[in-house]
């Protein structure tokens, strides 16, 4: 039992780990995580151990190479984000807003790849590898309605739904009625629920066995998306559906498995082409 509690409180060490906060000594982790400073140098110890993490000098402490050859196993595994990506550029250089890719981990978006829009005023959006609440995003409320119900209760169950602005939802009921529609309908709309002024429509993607692994999406200034709303819906709707396509037809002829997971990449954010 010991074995797996320690297992269990690995994660939330790594969770520490981000691109604006890359580097954690000891003492910083221990009140991070609210555990004694002796268990925390053994978690860190531990993790160092099998590669996930590197100490540097002064004792501060890094990811490990590990996790790219990880990153590099699953990217052999699926690689939606290739599949989308050229998908991703033509959604852009045709409509010119700012669009997204996105999976679901540990109840959380992971952005994974992200491509900037052309107009003169454009969305900067989410960054590669950024994690953001399920409840107040277009492409997390797709990817949250395309769970399963015992999965969405239990979300709906364990998390609180802060409210981010003004239009996010907060009420779980009102969430269900939100999944519903989304569900019905095909699509989901951000209606300024993370950011004010921003709105978006995100669609599904689904594998050859019609399970929603991922979520495309495009973003606009609020006014413009109000403008073109059904210009925007039509070709996020089709972008997913491209995507969709490729997916399934290179998972049956053999050539990818498909899994529920990808991973960010370290490249920069590609221009529209």
Same mark, same amino acid.
């Given at each position: 039992?010991s074995s797996?509690?320690?297992?269990?409180?690995?994660?939330?060490v790594l969770?520490?780990?981000s691109v604006?906060?890359?580097?954690?000594?000891v003492?910083?982790v221990?009140?991070?995580l609210?555990?004694?400073r002796?268990?925390?140098? $053994?978690l860190l110890?531990s993790?160092?151990?099998?590669?996930?993490l590197?100490?540097?000098v002064r004792?501060r402490? /890094?990811?490990?190479w590990?996790?790219?050859e990880?990153?590099e196993?699953?990217r052999?595994?699926?690689d939606v984000?290739?599949?989308?990506?050229p998908?991703?550029?033509n959604l852009?250089a045709q409509h010119g807003?700012?669009?997204h890719?996105a999976?679901m981990?540990?109840?959380?978006v992971?952005?994974?790849d992200?491509v900037?829009?052309t107009?003169n005023?454009?969305?900067?959006?989410? /960054?590669?590898?950024?994690?953001l609440? +399920?409840h107040?995003?277009?492409?997390?409320?797709?990817?949250?309605?395309?769970?399963?119900?015992?999965?969405?209760?239990?979300?709906l169950? /364990?998390q609180?739904l802060?409210?981010?602005?003004?239009?996010?939802?907060?009420?779980?009921?009102a969430m269900?009625?939100?999944? /519903?529609?989304?569900r019905?309908q095909?699509f989901?709309v951000?209606?300024?629920?993370a950011?004010a002024?921003?709105?978006?429509? $995100? $669609?599904p993607i689904?594998d050859?066995?019609?399970v929603?692994?991922a979520?495309v999406?495009?973003s606009?200034p609020?006014?413009?998306?109000a403008?073109r709303?059904?210009?925007?819906t039509?070709a996020?709707? $089709?972008?997913a559906a491209?995507i969709t396509?490729?997916?399934?037809?290179t998972?049956?002829a053999?050539? +990818?498995t498909?899994?529920?997971q990808t991973?960010?990449d370290?490249r920069e954010i590609?221009p529209?082409?």
């Amino acid at each position: 039992m010991s074995s797996l509690s320690t297992v269990r409180k690995l994660g939330p060490v790594l969770d520490l780990f981000s691109v604006d906060a890359p580097e954690w000594g000891v003492s910083e982790v221990s009140e991070a995580l609210g555990i004694p400073r002796s268990s925390t140098h $053994a978690l860190l110890t531990s993790l160092v151990d099998i590669g996930l993490l590197q100490c540097r000098v002064r004792g501060r402490y /890094r990811i490990g190479w590990r996790v790219v050859e990880l990153a590099e196993a699953l990217r052999g595994r699926l690689d939606v984000r290739s599949i989308a990506a050229p998908v991703l550029d033509n959604l852009v250089a045709q409509h010119g807003e700012t669009s997204h890719l996105a999976v679901m981990e540990r109840m959380q978006v992971l952005y994974v790849d992200k491509v900037m829009g052309t107009h003169n005023v454009t969305v900067q959006g989410a /960054r590669i590898g950024a994690r953001l609440d +399920l409840h107040c995003t277009g492409v997390g409320k797709l990817l949250l309605a395309y769970q399963g119900q015992a999965d969405i209760e239990m979300f709906l169950e /364990r998390q609180t739904l802060p409210r981010r602005t003004p239009a996010t939802i907060t009420d779980p009921e009102a969430m269900l009625a939100e999944l /519903r529609a989304i569900r019905r309908q095909g699509f989901a709309v951000d209606r300024g629920e993370a950011v004010a002024e921003i709105h978006c429509t $995100a $669609a599904p993607i689904r594998d050859d066995m019609g399970v929603v692994i991922a979520a495309v999406s495009s973003s606009a200034p609020k006014d413009r998306y109000a403008s073109r709303r059904a210009e925007i819906t039509q070709a996020v709707v $089709a972008a997913a559906a491209e995507i969709t396509r490729t997916v399934s037809d290179t998972a049956k002829a053999g050539k +990818l498995t498909v899994d529920q997971q990808t991973t960010p990449d370290v490249r920069e954010i590609r221009p529209a082409m």
